[in-house]
């Protein structure tokens, strides 16, 4: 912990009603304003994290994200507006913050984080919140942590619920315990293909930023070695204890971390059913991999092959060859992935996305 700094006048009004509280005090709140805490994800989860942390007086704030607001982020991240769209997260998160507290430090970091940047932009705070969205990068971050002894504040969000835990926290278990290895990312959902409540992100968000304080002014109980899952659609709780395993947690340097991300893959050209109908009267061995459910019984009205997006992983025996395919899913989200992923891990070429 950095050298406690003095509390001027402004801020002993502005945290009042935070240093009344006897778990946290004057005290507490000069413990607040030395800390430096990194936010890696300046999405959904991180909008909420980084507006808290700020009102309650953090004294340096990080932001890590490499990605530009767009349209489809506002329905949850509620730090941004529409003059925000096209703006760099970290940077639209920065302006927005220092309205709301003038005396937090705030640096940015608009870069992706990967075993070339972690250590070096982690080395730099004493705490790290992960608010990201995809299994790579919290495998990344949690590796760092382990290599640094930095506590890390996990979040997970989708549909209408998600999950809180405190990571590496003064020898607690790690992500690694808990998941030893990352699963296969075609075997996942995403709050891309699958949708998620915006409401549940300032939840959870919420909850991370209670852990954070918590664990700067030493109040309370944290949730070390336990996972909190909540389901808003019922308002069900579950408390899971997690333990530490000793060989798991042990990690001396990163690794390599893959993932099937939309945003650095643009491959894939769309086609409609007329465009189909057309290539089928040229070349009748063209492939239809419909990735939809099993739950989704709708037909398509022409012959297509039935494989869940969550089983391609397990079935890449049906896709080999140099012949086209076509993938047909609701919105075109999961298509992409999966022909990301075959052309990364397999080199297949000749994809398209069936757009009806």
């Known amino acids: 912990m950095a050298e406690t700094k003095i509390l001027k006048q402004e801020e002993k009004e502005r945290y009042s009603r935070q240093i009344r509280l006897t778990e946290i005090g004057e005290a507490g709140q000069k413990k607040l304003k030395s800390s430096s805490v990194l936010v890696i994800g300046a999405g959904a989860l991180g909008c909420s994290v980084l507006q808290y942390l700020t009102a309650a007086g953090t004294g340096t704030l990080g932001i890590v994200d490499n990605d530009w607001v767009e349209t489809s982020n506002l329905q949850r991240q509620v730090l941004y507006g529409t003059d925000d769209i096209s703006k760099p997260k970290p940077l639209a998160a920065k302006e927005k913050l220092k309205l709301l507290n003038p005396n937090v430090i705030f640096r940015t970091h608009f870069v992706r984080l ?64 808990i998941f030893p290895d990352p699963p296969h990312p075609l075997e996942v959902p995403s709050c891309a293909e699958s949708g998620v409540i915006g409401s549940i992100a300032g939840i959870i968000g919420s909850i991370q930023a209670t852990e954070v304080i918590k664990m700067i002014t030493g109040s309370g109980k944290l949730l ?92 890449t025996d049906l896709l080999i060859g140099s012949g086209p395919i076509v993938f047909y899913c609701r919105y075109g989200i999961k298509s992409r992935q999966v022909i990301n992923y075959l052309q990364r891990y397999h080199e297949r070429n000749n994809l398209y996305i069936l757009v009806i």
């Open 114 to 177: 990967n075993r070339d940047t972690a250590l070096k932009i982690l080395n730099g705070y004493e705490i790290v919140v992960d608010c990201t969205d995809n299994f790579a990068t919290r495998y990344l971050i949690n590796d760092a942590c382990v290599i640094l002894n930095k506590p890390l504040v996990y979040g997970a969000i989708l549909k209408f619920s998600g999950q809180v835990m405190v990571l590496n926290y003064m020898n607690g278990p790690t992500l690694r315990c």
């Open 224 to 315: 070390s070695g336990k996972m909190l899952i909540l389901d808003s659609l019922d308002f069900s709780a579950e408390l899971i204890s997690i333990h530490r395993d000793p060989e798991k947690s042990v990690v001396h340097d990163l690794a390599e971390y893959e993932d099937v991300c939309l945003s650095d893959y643009e491959n894939g050209i769309e086609i409609t059913r007329e465009d189909l109908m057309q290539m089928r009267s040229l070349n009748n061995d063209i492939k239809v991999i419909d990735l939809r459910d099993e739950a989704d019984t709708e037909p398509l009205g022409f012959e297509c092959i039935r494989i869940p997006y969550y089983e391609i992983s397990r079935k």
